[in-house]
């Protein structure tokens, strides 16, 4: 048996895949980061070959920066995307070579028709899930209504671990439960596709793939990916789980009560549910762990740290340029320029942290980013710092009113994702939240998770309780600070009244018109 397992992380807009020895030390690593494409408004896809071969590339990366005989690398497992899917056709090649990537709002445009035919209301009691339109379910419905030659065509629809352990080289094209359940086409009690949904809105139930479970071996790695990947073949691969059931996981959330943040691209909120009240939770996601029938509650936080992505895309080009000079990561360029320079608060500038729209509590498709309180006396220190502060204080609204519905919760978050790998975030988490905050010693939860999954898939390890108890171990924590978190208090309020009287005055509708 081999001494080391992999995870590989196929996230929105880069893949990561990490080589881990059992105790989840860190061995070596491989990223490739992607755009993703807008063909029109509203529209977010990646093509499904570029993909493919980005996550080989990132494969192969972490296989030569670890060092270790590949044949050491007992199996891989996969973290994805939730939500993200392609169509394939009867050769399982992907029609149009593209991925529906979760961002994409196209069903806006029928949501109206889909609610009729079955309401919000009764699909969360089903699902689990928001009535909002970034879930497979409503793409699918879209692309039935306007490209009904496409779903003629369809033989499954393949999320996106579906698609990856197929191209690895497993031998049944099959969906991952816990990754399934937040499709919307599944039912949270019976953990399967769901006959009511299908038949109210007219899908063919032999478009849904089989299923397996996390942690189950689905096949093994080939020759001619082994040699685009630099791993061994017949390395065994074994299903993982939705990205922010990885990242909850690799945070040690498995209990009752227990909490994690996720500041990636897209942030997220979760909290462990023993026995979820699913009608009582109306608007948050309520998906499975990959301990089946254990489910977490999630507050999802649809423009995450894709916020201050774009800031240094858009407004740090300097410090791009200057990292790239001098090998160093633009964000510490921006964090030693910027966001140290200006104080909790950012004099009083404010960011709304809404670039792809709004998730958990209000759950706005229209909503956008904006800036708010700018005075010619701020400079781009505060706009900086603003963009850092907006996202955590939008992770603040929405742990509010998870808490509101009556969860219970621990007086300690653990933050992943690449927040947590900034000292000034994490500290500003703290302040922002009023909670003590503690990192992890592999701030990518997502993929040790991934990792650990493979572990048990390979019969390293037998239980979820096992592989948090000997991968996972906590980094570094931070106390809140009186006087930052007050400040932080005004700020939240007036977070809250921008948008609630931007919204009511019909703002965000009318700028909706004017991007149309």
Known sequence: MGTYVMGIDVGTTGTKAMVFDVTGALIGKGYREYTLSEPRPNWVEIGAAFLERITFEAVKDAVADSGVDPGEIAAIGFSV?????????ENLTAIDD??????????????????????PER???????????IYAIDKLYWIMKNEPQTYAKTRYLATVECYMQRAFGADTFAVEISNGTVTGLFDVRTLDWNKEVAEKLGFDMAKFPPLVKPGEVVGTVTAEVARKTGLAAGTKIVAGSGDQQ?????????????????????GQLTIGLAKPDFPALYGLMMPTTPALGVFQMEGA?????????????????EEIAEGEARGVDPYILM?????????????????????????????????????????????????????????????RNI?????????????????TGGASKSAE??????????????????????????????AMGAGIYRSLDEIVEKMVHFGETYDPIPANAAVYTRSFAVYKAAYEGLKGAGVFAKLAELRA
Not at 81 to 89: E, K
Not at 248 to 264: E, H, N, P, W
């Open 81 to 89: 995307q939730r939500s993200t899917f392609t169509l394939v056709d």
């Open 98 to 119: 593209k991925f529906y990537v979760w961002l994409d709002s196209r069903a806006e445009s029928v949501m109206e028709e889909l609610n009729a035919k079955i309401s």
């Open 123 to 133: 699909r969360s009691e089903i699902t689990g899930l928001p009535g909002a339109n």
């Open 246 to 266: 990885c990242g909850a996981m690799g945070a040690g959330v498995i209990r009752d009560g227990a909490m994690s943040l996720t500041i990636g691209t897209y």
């Open 301 to 317: 936080q649809v423009s995450g740290a894709v916020c201050y992505r774009w800031l240094r895309d858009t407004l740090c080009a």
């Open 335 to 395: 964090t030693e320029k910027y966001i140290r320079k200006s104080p909790p608060g950012s004099n009083g500038v404010l960011f709304y942290s809404a670039l792809f729209g709004s998730g958990y509590p209000t759950w706005d498709t229209n909503a956008t980013g904006m800036f708010l309180g700018l005075r010619s006396t701020h400079t781009k220190a505060d706009m900086v710092r603003a963009v850092m502060e907006g996202v955590t204080l939008e992770a």
């Open 399 to 415: 742990l509010e009113s998870a808490l509101a519905t009556g969860v219970k919760a621990e007086k300690v978050i653990t933050v």
């Open 425 to 454: 975030w994490c500290q500003i988490i703290a302040d922002v939240l009023n909670l003590k905050v503690r990192t992890l010693n592999v701030p990518d939860a997502t993929v040790l998770a991934a990792a650990g999954l493979a």
